[in-house]
T-cell receptor, first 111, second 116 residues
Framework: QKEVEQDPGPLSVPEGAIVSLNCTYSNSAFQYFMWYRQYSRKGPELLMYTYSSGNKEDGRFTAQVDKSSKYISLFIRDSQPSDSATYLCAMRAGGYQKVTFGTGTKLQVIP | DAGVIQSPRHEVTEMGQEVTLRCKPISGHDYLFWYRQTMMRGLELLIYFNNNVPIDDSGMPEDRFSAKMPNASFSTLKIQPSEPRDSAVYFC??????????????FGPGTRLLVL
């Protein structure tokens, strides 16, 4: 079993829809949770990060962490065609630089 | 800042040949990471360095892979001999380190490697 599980998609939604992306994990030591966005033929870029459980909002993006369920989510409101990309969840334990990534979910927002 | 620079951007080689990938991290960053990305396995950490010293190379698939960081501004990942299963996109990333707000990893554009 992988430490981090993520549905690869693809996920196709109409413009303006609310998008929900999710990951589950098995390592209880993970404390920092991140979402990276990767456009086609580009490197991943950090979109959001949270520490421990809770919510974090940044514009149209909301990240949620439920450590009791080992489940994290990224919500995108009012999705735009420019949001079309692959979204990777990522996690790390405290005190360590090593980050474990999910395999990514490919999202397409149709105009 | 120019960001993380990788070269070459594309590499096509034949099985058995030596391949060398290069990376220039962001100036001032203390950590450098090498990743491999495939459709099947996603993004995998191969090795990372702190202040030019390899810290964790447990992700290096086998002895055919080696990585060096001779100075703070340059690192190489070498595959010798290369095999078709090494075909992937190889990313280099760097980070400041030293605290949760300083460990964001900045990725380069990647090197697309195809081994025939």
């Amino acid at each position: 079993q992988k430490e981090v599980e993520q549905d690869p998609g693809p996920l196709s939604v109409p413009e303006g829809a609310i998008v929900s992306l999710n990951c589950t994990y098995s390592n209880s030591a993970f404390q920092y949770f991140m979402w990276y966005r990767q456009y086609s033929r580009k490197g991943p870029e950090l979109l959001m990060y949270t520490y421990s459980s809770g919510n974090k909002e940044d514009g149209r993006f909301t990240a949620q962490v439920d450590k009791s369920s080992k489940y994290i989510s990224l919500f995108i409101r009012d999705s735009q065609p420019s949001d079309s990309a692959t979204y990777l969840c990522a996690m790390r334990a405290g005190g360590y630089q090593k980050v474990t990534f999910g395999t990514g979910t490919k999202l397409q927002v149709i105009p | 800042d120019a960001g993380v620079i990788q070269s070459p951007r594309h590499e096509v080689t034949e099985m058995g040949q030596e391949v060398t990938l290069r990376c220039k991290p962001i100036s001032g960053h203390d950590y450098l990471f090498w990743y491999r990305q495939t459709m099947m396995r996603g993004l995998e950490l191969l090795i990372y360095f702190n202040n030019n010293v390899p810290i964790d190379d447990s992700g290096m698939p086998e002895d055919r892979f080696s990585a060096k960081m001779p100075n703070a501004s340059f690192s190489t990942l070498k595959i010798q001999p290369s095999e078709p299963r090494d075909s992937a996109v190889y990313f280099c990333a760097s980070s400041l380190g030293g605290g949760p707000y300083r460990w964001t990893q900045y990725f380069g554009p990647g090197t697309r490697l195809l081994v025939l």
